[in-house]
């Protein structure tokens, strides 16, 4: 799966994205690109269906289709925990794709490749819900907190498509996430206690020219189990530190976030 780029607009569309002056240097000191993507499957398959041929068919197609599987640094699949689910509050999506390119050149390759239009594409036709995905194209992650090296299972993963507060310039709100709420978070002990893992995953200034979703990126967060994660957001410094500056910086209620199990990783894994 090309991790939502291609599961939508970019089977068919362009995708002329700048990368900007604050593009992040990624593994083995590479500038890289991630596309994350909200993935929603075709209604006409149940809930089990979807994660059975995204996880083994549609991964496949991936991963051995010429001009496909290898532009692709790294690409990740992130399945909703099936109680997430169950929250009455909860978004319709089914998961979480990621993929990591060397460049941007890369990018637009793969999902003009013949290979990908003739196998990938038309499969994620059958599997996705195409006009319900939501991507962005990110810079690397920015890790506030970054655990051990080897992260072993099980674990509950956060992913949260982050919205600015309408009061807010793109510039502003990213230096507010960076410069002020990641460090809330790694530095108040009560709630880092509760992370293994949060990293920030901010939107390329170019890919806000193509239009699109008004999200501005992803924060992405481990936990040993959603139990921890439900505890964080239960601590009387979440309610007194963390909440008040997220109304400030966010659109809390456009936020968009699932609960999923750890990542499985498709390419590029140690």
């Known amino acids: 799966m090309t991790g939502g780029g291609g599961d939508s607009a970019v089977a068919t569309g362009r995708h002329d994205v700048i990368l900007g002056p604050g593009r992040s240097a990624g593994a083995k000191g590479r500038s890289v690109i991630k596309l994350i993507c909200f993935v929603k499957r075709n209604p006409a398959l149940t809930v089990d269906e979807f994660h059975d041929r995204w996880r083994e068919h549609h991964s496949r197609l991936v991963c051995e289709t010429p001009g496909v599987g290898d532009r692709i640094a790294r690409y990740e699949q992130n399945h909703r925990l099936a109680r997430d689910y169950e929250r009455l509050d909860s978004s319709d999506f089914d998961g979480v794709a990621v993929q990591w390119f060397d460049s941007i050149d890369d990018f637009t390759a793969m999902v003009a490749d013949p290979g990908y239009q003739a196998r990938v594409a038309p499969d994620e036709g059958e599997l996705l819900d195409r006009d319900g995905l939501i991507w962005l194209l990110t810079e690397s992650e920015e890790v506030f907190i970054a655990g051990p090296e080897q992260r072993a299972g099980p674990m509950a993963k956060l992913v949260c498509l982050v919205k600015r507060n309408a009061k807010l310039g793109v510039d502003q709100f990213h230096r507010q996430w960076r410069d002020v709420h990641g460090p809330l978070n790694r530095d108040t002990p009560a ?3 509760h992370f293994i893992r949060y990293e920030q995953n901010h939107r390329l200034p170019g890919d806000y020219e193509r239009g699109g979703p008004d999200f501005d ?12 994660f439900w505890a964080m957001v239960a601590e009387p410094d ?23 199990d750890m990542e499985e990783v498709m390419i590029g894994a140690p």
């Open 238 to 260: 979440w309610a007194a530190v963390i909440a008040p500056h997220e109304r400030e910086f966010l659109d809390v209620p456009g936020l968009v976030w699932i609960l999923t």
């Open 191 to 193: 709630i880092a206690r």
């Open 217 to 228: 990126g992803a924060a992405i967060e481990w936990f040993a189990s959603p139990r921890e």
